[in-house]
């Protein structure tokens, strides 16, 4: 059953992972370790170059399921609980592949942690985002909230569970664009097939780079990006990439 909550498709490049446990997709342990388990074999497919992660029906995650809390009489369960809850937005963050969210309706409390582990959000109009984990009287999620909000905005949300539209996400630039239900898929893919069709070598690192410059100070992080530069600089790939540039052609990449 669980393999069925997350389906995973793959055409021209790219995945696309949908999160289908209607009716709101919600968060159980056996899901997330599909998650991860599926982006974890996306890492290391050469048939993936980009990812789109999306929700069935017209609710992208409400989160955890709270018929599925650990038990505080069950010695260890806390803690693998919380521990592969911690794996599913890392297996995300951490994924060799661009992963693009197309977040299609509310998402709320683990639900956000998912999007905003993507690397690119992209939103339909009916979209919601919140972290409504003080409502049910627990706390959780600032972490998450911090990559992509200002102080401000992060502790109103985490301190009063009110929820974000996709137009106030926009304001604040944490996506790239407010799309109609009917919209979103197609864009979203066609981005991801425009990533697919970079180098793969150099997206891998591009991946890595961006992940490392997010917790690296400035110089370090640029020092970082050199080094990249000069290893993908000696690629086929690369020489592949000048050479059809000039030639005014369409390069065939090879992956080395």
């Known amino acids: 059953m669980s393999e069925e909550w997350v389906r995973l498709e793959v055409s021209e490049g790219v995945a696309l992972v949908t999160l289908d446990r209607r ?7 056996d899901m997330r370790r599909r998650l991860v388990a599926t982006f974890d074999a996306i890492s290391e497919r050469e048939d993936v170059r980009c990812a789109v992660l999306t929700g069935a029906g017209s609710v992208f995650c409400a989160g955890a399921d709270l ?23 890392n297996a995300i963050r951490e994924c060799a592949k661009p992963v693009i969210a197309a ?3 509310a998402a709320l409390g683990a639900g956000f942690g998912l999007a905003a582990a993507c690397d690119i959000l992209y939103a339909s109009e009916n979209a919601t985002v919140g972290m ?4 049910v009287g627990l706390a959780g999620g ?33 996506i790239e664009e407010v799309l109609s239900e009917k919209d979103l898929l197609p864009v979203t893919m066609a981005l991801a097939r425009e990533i697919a069709s970079k180098a793969p070598l150099a997206i891998a690192y591009a991946k890595r780079a961006a992940n490392m410059v997010d917790v690296m100070p400035q110089r370090d ?28 052609r369409d390069p065939v990449f090879k992956g080395r």
Do not use: C, W
């Not at 069950?74 to 609980?81: N, R, S, T």
């Open 132 to 135: 409504p984990e003080i409502n």
């Open 142 to 174: 600032a972490s998450m909230l911090k990559t992509v909000f200002g102080r401000s905005t992060l502790r109103r949300m985490f301190f009063t569970g009110q929820r974000l539209s996709a137009h106030d996400l926009l304001k604040r630039n944490v």
């Open 23 to 29: 009716p709101v997709n919600a968060l159980n342990r």
């Open 221 to 248: 992080a640029y020092r970082f990006e050199q080094e990249f530069t000069v290893a993908l600089s000696k690629t086929e790939d690369a020489r592949e990439a000048r050479a059809a540039f000039l030639e005014k």
């Open 103 to 105: 977040i299609n309706g």
């Open 67 to 89: 018929k599925d809390r650990p038990s505080s009489e069950i010695a260890g369960d806390f803690l693998e609980h919380n521990r592969i809850t911690r794996e599913t937005g």
